[in-house]
């Protein structure tokens, strides 16, 4: 109809096949060919291919995270506010992670300070990914929450704008059917830092071999507990300690070497100890 001048021009979009194999229109004058999608012609592809390149080099080099689907998004001007906390958070998630034993029912995640005005949806996720880390290798930032939803563990995040010292900090409660275990860290001097156990005041960078042990707050234990480390060849890097004054306490401790499990045995033994729990980040 065309080639006869009974039509004098014509657009067609969407092939019966793409890429289609049949190219005898295309030399049709007077007739725009568009396919299904603009991303199927091939100038599209190269752009599309360059875009993809420069999302996955922002995200490594920059922390930033456009057109996910699955991830919150970080913008290039959020990235160097939340780089910082991106770290602290995952770490707070291991470190509640590997203290907790028993089945999780809720994580509440509380952003005080500065970081209450950033996005915060990648830092909830770190931390439910953290926490989850110490029980199954598959989790990530992509699945944390969804796998939390489906084991029926509610996570709650909530908001203040005030803090009572520090700029930022990121406060994690977990609970189980038998207890509430609660903590805080904050970044000083771009480290990782715990700044409370249990409600109790206590401040320790965290390292890569940790030492947690919880206790009766008894005169000579912190000698014993020294005592027996030493014993063992185990070098003690830094020793931070937390109390209530009403009888219990908390020792987070730096350690040149992981501990293994005939250590913690022993540790687990000496008088008035509660809980102890080597940690690794």
Not at 56 to 63: A, G, K, P, Q, V
Not at 106 to 134: C, D, H
């Amino acid at each position: 109809m065309i080639d006869e001048g009974k039509i004098s021009g014509a657009a067609l979009d969407v092939f019966s096949e793409e890429p289609p194999k049949n190219n005898n229109l295309f030399n049709v004058e007077n007739l725009i060919l568009t396919p299904h999608l603009g991303a199927s012609t091939s100038e599209a592809q190269e752009n599309v291919a360059i875009q993809i390149a420069q999302q996955i080099s922002d995200y490594l080099n920059n922390d930033v995270i456009v057109n996910s689907i699955n991830v919150s998004p970080i913008s290039i001007e959020e990235a160097p506010k939340l780089r910082p906390f991106v770290d602290l958070s995952l770490k707070l998630g291991k470190f509640g992670g590997q203290i907790i034993e028993d089945t999780i029912s809720k994580i509440n995640i509380t952003f005080k300070g500065e970081i209450a005005t950033l996005n915060t949806r990648p830092l909830i996720a770190n931390v439910v990914a953290g926490i989850f880390s110490n029980r199954m290798e598959s989790v990530n930032l992509i699945n944390a929450e969804s796998i939390a939803k489906q084991k029926n563990i509610e996570v709650i995040s909530s908001y203040q704008s005030e803090t009572s010292i520090h700029t930022s900090e990121i406060h994690v409660n977990i609970s189980t059917v038998k207890e509430d275990f609660n903590y805080a860290g904050i970044i000083f001097a771009n480290s990782s830092r715990i700044i409370s156990i249990m409600n109790m005041r206590i401040e320790g960078e965290i390292s890569s071999n940790m030492l947690y042990v919880s206790n009766n707050d008894k005169p000579g234990f912190i000698g014993s507990l020294g005592t027996l480390l030493g014993n063992k060849k185990i070098n003690i890097a830094n020793f931070n300690l937390g109390r209530t004054g009403k009888g219990e306490a908390v020792s987070l401790l730096e350690l040149d070497q992981f501990l293994n499990e005939a250590v913690i045995n022993d540790l687990q033994k000496l008088n008035n100890v509660k809980k102890v729990k080597a940690l690794k980040f």
